[in-house]
């Protein structure tokens, strides 16, 4: 049974209980009508989705979803809801969480999406005892589209978190960062899923110093040759085979966006868009920008960011014993 109290009287911040007197959050003092985070077609704060989840703040506006942070009412807990919305296929009714296409003539192509969304939050809420991704609650049709419930986390991504510490991080640091992420991306092969979205910005560092993988959206299950029609493209992060139809993904591609990701790291910006290396490769080795890093570990890193798949490491075990000297005895 939900438990709800009156909802003009919860904070849309961190949902705890507002003074109807002063107006000011009895937990973490913000005014009630204090702006909070929002953006275009988003669903209405203080909507009750699926008749448990309240909702707050906007969190974020990615190419296929909108995202939003939550209470869920019947657990009560926080939440993160990624709300199925692609952009340039959909559009809100407005006032309401209702969901319509923006053309007919895309209902085919919208629902083939729809289905992929869904069967890979299937396949992840399967995945019980993988502590490196975020766990995800729930997933349910809605609204003529798709949510996914997962848990909320605390934290700081690595993007912010290298802009914190001067744009560079110590190689012993990103390799302590990283390593939990390899960790989890091999776990996340094992199960035939490729992330495909890999950077700093998906890559959350919790407040109690773990670190996990978020946004999953773009994931495909490469054993089964099920990919979803999304061009997440970042520039410095995707490689090459992300910008072709025809291109062959699997843990090559996410071995590519894990070097990038350590690159930045180390030197402070992501390697050179991967379609410009194909043409003229300009990377510069973090060796020659007089980043402290040793030779072995530095070619590890270059065949990782190989701009031809086929240069690069296949498996994301093998480069993770390179990258971290964990060689196995006769290797």
């Known amino acids: 049974m939900s438990y709800l109290r009156d909802t003009?009287?919860?904070?849309?911040?961190c949902f705890g209980a507002i003074d109807p007197f002063t107006g000011y959050c009895h937990s973490c003092h913000r005014h009630m009508h204090e702006a909070i985070a929002t953006v275009q077609d988003a669903i209405l704060p203080r909507t009750l989705l699926g008749g448990r989840y309240f909702i707050g703040?906007?969190?974020?506006?990615?190419?296929?979803?909108?995202?939003?942070?939550?209470?869920?009412?019947v657990l009560r807990r926080r939440v993160c809801i990624k709300e199925f919305f692609p952009r340039g296929y959909t559009k809100r009714i407005p006032g309401t969480p209702i969901v319509k296409l923006s053309d007919q003539k895309t209902a085919n192509v919208f629902n083939f999406w729809l289905q992929a969304f869904i069967q890979e939050a299937k396949v992840l809420s399967s995945?019980?005892?993988m502590?490196?991704?975020?766990?995800?609650?729930?997933?349910?049709?809605?609204?003529?589209?798709?949510?996914?419930?997962?848990?909320?986390?605390?934290?700081?991504?690595?993007?912010?978190?290298?802009?914190?510490?001067?744009?560079?991080?110590?190689?012993?640091?990103?390799?302590?960062?990283m390593r939990p992420v390899l960790e989890t991306l091999l776990l996340l092969h094992q199960h035939g899923i490729i992330h495909k979205?890999?950077?700093?910005e998906n890559i959350q560092i919790v407040n109690n110093r773990t670190v996990k993988l978020i946004d999953l959206g773009a994931a495909s299950i490469y054993t089964q040759n099920v990919q979803k029609p999304f061009f997440v493209l970042k520039k410095g992060y995707s490689?090459?085979?992300?910008?072709?139809?025809?291109?062959?993904?699997?843990?090559?591609?996410?071995i590519y966006e894990v070097g990038a990701t350590i690159y930045t790291c180390l030197v402070g910006s992501p390697p050179p868009e991967a379609t410009a290396r194909a043409q003229n490769d300009t990377i510069v080795p973090?060796?020659?920008?007089?980043?402290?890093?040793?030779?072995?570990?530095?070619?590890?890193?270059?065949?990782?960011l190989a701009v031809n798949p086929q240069d690069r490491y296949t498996d994301i075990g093998a480069f993770k014993e390179m990258l971290f000297g964990e060689f196995m005895p006769g290797t």
């Open 8 to 13: 003009r009287l919860i904070c849309l911040n």
């Open 57 to 73: 703040q906007t969190l974020g506006r990615g190419g296929f979803g909108i995202t939003y942070k939550a209470f869920d009412t």
């Open 127 to 129: 995945i019980k005892s």
């Open 131 to 177: 502590e490196g991704i975020v766990s995800i609650y729930d997933f349910f049709l809605s609204n003529n589209t798709a949510y996914i419930i997962m848990e909320f986390l605390d934290g700081v991504s690595l993007h912010r978190f290298i802009a914190g510490r001067g744009e560079r991080l110590h190689l012993n640091e990103t390799l302590n960062i």
């Open 197 to 200: 979205d890999i950077s700093p």
């Open 239 to 254: 490689p090459i085979e992300l910008y072709s139809k025809n291109g062959s993904q699997g843990p090559w591609t996410d």
């Open 286 to 304: 973090p060796s020659a920008l007089n980043i402290k890093i040793q030779p072995i570990r530095e070619k590890v890193l270059l065949k990782a």
